[in-house]
């Protein structure tokens, strides 16, 4: 397994009175978040950065205090296991007001994704999360148009349990200005055309969860052509808010075969909330070799409650 970024000097900044440490030199050091983009351009991790021109940024406060939006990824790669799972478990992990999206009644989708990071504005770091598929939030959503958009990486809603990182800046910004469940742990994925590995680790060092897979055949895309969105509901505050995630798709491929596919379960805070989800089988392994990524701030959201 590729190892994760190698140690180097570190600087002090401050996010809304949490005081983290950061790359010297890095990315964020040099920018805080309003990056040369003809720098960028020559780093040859990163394949262009015209998806970024067109996405201005903009300042906003929030809880981690004054930021530019959105935090702009140049060079990642994911991988996501799709399992089927009982509805009835889904819902007993759900907040009253979210209900769960389901591929036929009494069986929803819940996953576990992968992220490395290679180029960002917040610096290499590594993350993963467990999630369930949700119905969106908007009065009368179409339910069928929904599921198939998710399965299709096109457009999808999600709740998140659990979302481990491999940085303090990460968890800083992911839990205060985000309100997701994160926290810091060895975290190694690396993903190429062959290979997708994964290892979380947990409080005493052992395996949390862990992922050796196949990766699938990939298919190249032209940088714009195909875009997908991810939005996760959170609570800040008290309040409910919407996270939008763009991503634009580089080289992916999909497959529903499992044989391949190797995910352990450990003894963790990710495992668990995986076993209490109790999946039924895995429908589809997405990855994503190479791909760029903007993360909207949390904007308020209304969210009604449940009625089914």
């Not at 940024?57 to 205090?65: C, E, F, I, Q």
Request: aromatic share 6%; net charge positive.
């Amino acid at each position: 397994m590729s190892p994760s970024a190698p140690q180097q000097n570190t600087v002090a900044v401050d996010l809304g009175g949490r005081e983290v440490r950061v790359p010297q030199d890095g990315l964020y050091d040099r920018y805080r978040m309003n990056p040369d983009l003809d720098v960028i351009a020559r780093d040859p991790r990163v394949s262009g950065v015209d998806f970024f021109r067109k996405l201005p940024k903009v300042r906003v406060d929030s809880p981690v205090g004054p930021t530019l939006t959105p935090n702009f990824y140049y060079a990642l790669s994911t991988a996501r296991l799709t399992m089927a799972a009982p509805s009835r478990a889904i819902r007993a992990r759900l907040p009253e007001e979210l209900a769960p999206l389901e591929i036929v009644p009494g069986l929803g989708l819940v996953s576990v994704m992968f992220f490395r990071y290679d180029v960002c504005d917040i610096d290499f770091y590594t993350e993963a999360a467990v999630g369930i598929a949700v119905k969106p939030a908007r009065h009368g959503g179409l339910g069928l148009f929904d599921l198939v958009s998710g399965l299709k990486n096109e457009s999808l809603d999600s709740y998140v349990l659990s979302l481990p990182v491999s940085s303090d800046i990460a968890q800083v910004r992911g839990h205060d200005g985000y309100g997701f469940p994160k926290w810091v742990t060895g975290l190694d994925v690396a993903i190429d055309r062959t290979r997708t590995t994964a290892r979380v680790a947990n409080a005493s060092g052992g395996t949390d969860l862990s992922l050796l897979a196949d990766t699938p055949a990939q298919q190249a895309y032209p940088s714009g052509e195909r875009v997908g969105s991810l939005t996760s509901y959170t609570t800040i505050g008290g309040a409910w808010h919407s996270t939008l995630n763009q991503t634009n798709v580089l080289s992916a491929g999909t497959t529903r075969r499992t044989r391949g596919i190797g995910l352990r379960l450990g003894e963790g805070r990710m495992s668990d909330d995986l076993r209490s989800l109790r999946p039924k089988r895995i429908i589809q392994f997405d990855v994503m070799t190479e791909g760029q990524a903007a993360l909207h701030m949390p904007v308020p959201t209304s969210v009604r409650g449940r009625t089914a």
